[in-house]
């Protein structure tokens, strides 16, 4: 596996596998990689003769008062970790290649981004709208993917692709658990070993909502009642637990037709965890 630092030196690699005919996918993540990942890596290696990861850790997705700096960075292990994976190419910029002196341009995806953690985290969809469309016009995939343990990013970078002609199919890969059924997360490390305990309440209180929304009761109050059970189980507070049309995320307060998702964001201590299932009627 090729570690590649400027843009120069990843397109010359990419044209040269065009120019061979042979198709590309890309991986983005911003590192302290785990199994989720590695799922990304193992469809990609089943959609494309090549594989690109990235590891970016995107400043603008961040927050004033987020984790930014505190962000697990572990390049080495995780390159070991792509490597093994069959990754081809790891396109590590620095923000400085990504940023250069003068940067000034900012992709903004209306609607979608909107509610829900765009509410409590105002402007990150904008950096990670942003820095996605550098990755995609940087590597030029056709084919990229994305976790869809992060399901509001997944639809804003849908709409973003769409609206914006990108030629790339955006692939969802389901999310990965533990047995407990706590969905993978870099940001799982913050937990100890009573938050970790308590985290596993998430999945379940999804779980029980989604079949008790499928099974035809009120959504206004399986919604209340999975929150309180966030909060009964050690949540410090919860950012929402919510009904939406899976692709624009619009509130669903009656059951329809369309394909809906739940979303949940809830705090255990400091760290955010943020979970979705789909919930299927009939
Ligand atoms: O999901 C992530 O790791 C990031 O938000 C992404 C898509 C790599 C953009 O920085």
Known sequence: MQIIR??????????????????????PT?????????????AARLRADHVVASIFVNPTQ???????????RREAADAAMLDAGGVDVLWAPDVAAMYPEGYASNLS????????????????????????????NQVQPDVALFGEKDWQQLAVIRRMVADMDFAVEIVGVPTQREDDGLALSSRNAYLDDEQRAAARA??????????????????????????RRLIDAGFASVDYVALSDAESLVPVGVVGDRPMRLLAAARLGTTRLIDNVPVVVG
């Open 109 to 136: 995806v209306a609607g979608v981004s909107e509610g829900l953690c765009g509410a409590a985290r105002p402007g990150h969809f904008d950096g990670v709208a942003t820095v996605v469309a550098k990755l995609l």
């Open 30 to 42: 911003m590192g302290a990689l785990h199994a989720g990942h590695m799922a990304l890596v193992a």
């Open 6 to 27: 400027t843009v120069g030196a990843l397109r010359a690699i990419v044209r040269a596998w065009r120019a061979a005919g042979e198709s590309v996918a890309l991986v």
């Open 62 to 72: 961040f927050g004033p008062n987020e984790d930014l700096v505190a962000y697990p």
């Open 202 to 227: 998430m999945p379940r209180a999804l779980g029980e909502a989604a079949a008790a929304i499928a099974r035809g009761d009120d959504v206004a109050g399986v919604l209340a009642a999975a929150e």
